[in-house]
């Protein structure tokens, strides 16, 4: 059960976004706070919060530390707005995508709105680093999806490359998060760099969670299309790491000789096959160790058992999507 604290921290959380968003312009508010009105997991906003507790859990989280958590906020979902332009994707958290509603031109808009806002907010920091970083995770996820044209259809494409590509797509947002969390705590270097590889980690983590999900779940559990990756020539984890497989490789590789319109059983059934699922499973389960010990260097707290705690769920949920397992009831808890 949520507590009630927690209930009227998420809705202050998306009063404030909305807010910030506020516009003159009608269309422009109405596109840019479409889907901040949809509750999503808000995991990196989570994360700027327990990260800024952690490295200083005898201090109070700041005004700063909730800029940070809006900022990565509207981030990741002007982010999706382009991305859902992009894939020509019609369902986002489990309603209609911006573009479909409003429209292309006013996605595109809202996209850069909410981009724009969440530089400003990282500007009001007064941090030089951190503007520098948001530069640095705005031009990556631009340079990420140009890298995933570059590997679209390509059959020999391999997990380094996929883990590059996801490096600059997923894990730069959680990064500067973490980053930025510790930075305003008045961590020394050591352990704000030690929070940044953290989120690296933890975004590869949650990437390579949501690329079984995309082949176990359903729509209506996941909040939007899936197997869409695949359909549009885009290879993630489970289908590398089947492509790999010396055995299951050869029969993959025939199956998707031409692309499938669509994603079909028996293409699940090998994705899942124990031989792949345990290789797709280890990924995970090493990045889920890296993340667990870059917070060596932070002091035991209740925050970092909380951090702890959301690793060891992606984790678990990983491993009941076996074969030999039945499909958890995740529900509103992964959309993203």
């Known amino acids: 059960m949520i507590s009630q604290t927690a209930e009227v921290r998420r809705k202050t959380f998306r009063e404030s976004l909305l807010d910030t ?9 109405k596109a840019a706070a479409h889907l901040l009105e949809v509750e999503g997991k808000s995991i990196r906003p989570r994360c700027a ?26 981030l990741h979902v002007g982010s ?13 958290r489990s309603v209609t995508s911006v573009h479909v509603k409003y429209g292309a031109k006013a996605a595109v808009l809202a996209g850069d709105f909410l981009l724009a806002r969440s530089c400003g907010l990282i500007a009001s920091l007064g941090h030089h680093r951190l503007n520098q970083r948001m530069a640095e995770v705005l031009a990556g996820l631009c340079e990420g999806e140009y890298v995933q044209d570059e590997q679209l259809w390509n059959l020999d494409v391999t997990v380094e490359a996929y883990l590059e590509r996801m490096a600059l797509k997923t894990s730069g947002p959680f990064e500067l998060a973490c980053e930025g969390a510790a930075l305003l705590s008045g961590q020394r270097d050591e352990v704000v760099q030690a929070a ?21 779940s359903s729509a209506e559990v996941a909040g939007k299309p899936v197997g869409q990756d695949l359909l549009a020539g885009s290879l993630t984890l489970p289908v590398i790491v089947a492509l790999e497989d010396p055995t299951v490789g050869p029969v993959m590789r025939r199956m998707l000789t031409p692309f499938p319109q669509e994603i079909h059983q028996e293409l699940k059934e090998l994705l899942f096959s124990p031989e792949v699922f345990k290789k797709s499973l280890a990924r995970l389960e090493a990045e889920a160790r890296t993340a667990r010990a870059c917070l060596d260097l932070f002091p035991e707290s209740a925050s970092k058992d909380q951090l702890f705690e ?14 030999e397992a039945a499909l958890p009831t995740l529900g509103a808890a992964h959309v993203v």
């Open 21 to 29: 968003v506020q516009s003159k312009n009608e269309v422009l508010f």
């Open 49 to 74: 919060r327990l990260i800024g507790e952690a490295a200083n859990p005898d201090a109070p989280l700041t005004d700063a530390h909730e800029r940070l958590a809006e900022a990565v906020e509207m």
């Open 80 to 92: 999706l707005i382009h991305d859902d332009i992009l894939d020509e994707a019609e369902l986002r």
């Open 196 to 216: 940044r590889r953290f989120g690296y980690h933890l975004g590869l983590l949650f990437q390579m969670f949501d690329d079984l999900l995309d082949y176990a």
């Open 310 to 323: 959301y690793l060891d769920k992606l984790s678990d949920q990983a491993r009941s999507l076996s074969p």
